[in-house]
Nanobody, 124 residues
Framework: VQLQASGGGLVQAGGSLRLSCAASGRTFSSSAMGWFRQAPGKEREFVAGISRSGSGTLYADSVKGRLTISRDNGKSTVYLQMNGLKPEDTAVYYC??????????????????WGQGTQITVSS
């Protein structure tokens, strides 16, 4: 599956953004999806994940209550609604797919397909 992320940009602290990740191919609806981020000088970290059906979600502690992951299998798209953004949320955000794997996990190595990344910068 090929992934194309969009929706990044520059926003003030407290603002909102919505990321989208469009998938091509026939395996989207059978794949768990995740969002990760990587700040300069830091390792890539898990942000949020969603099961293939959408019934299960998982969030990093640092984003709980502020970010919401969702998916539309009819549109082969996964979303990340980001509210209450903080300067520490500044990073490149990546969507990823666990092709033909239903469950949400948090380890980057367990995701086989990655999008190109979209930059989010939160100013204070």
């Amino acid at each position: 599956v090929q992934l194309q992320a969009s929706g990044g940009g520059l926003v003030q602290a407290g603002g909102s953004l919505r990321l989208s990740c469009a998938a091509s191919g026939r395996t989207f609806s059978s794949s768990a999806m995740g969002w990760f981020r990587q700040a300069p000088g830091k390792e890539r970290e898990f942000v949020a994940g969603i099961s293939r059906s959408g019934s299960g979600t998982l969030y990093a502690d640092s984003v709980k209550g502020r970010l919401t992951i969702s998916r539309d299998n009819g549109k082969s798209t996964v979303y990340l609604q980001m509210n209450g953004l903080k300067p520490e949320d500044t990073a490149v955000y990546y969507c990823a797919a666990r092709v033909n794997r239903p469950a949400v996990v948090t380890t980057p190595a367990d995701f086989g397909s990655w999008g190109q990344g979209t930059q989010i910068t939160v100013s204070s």
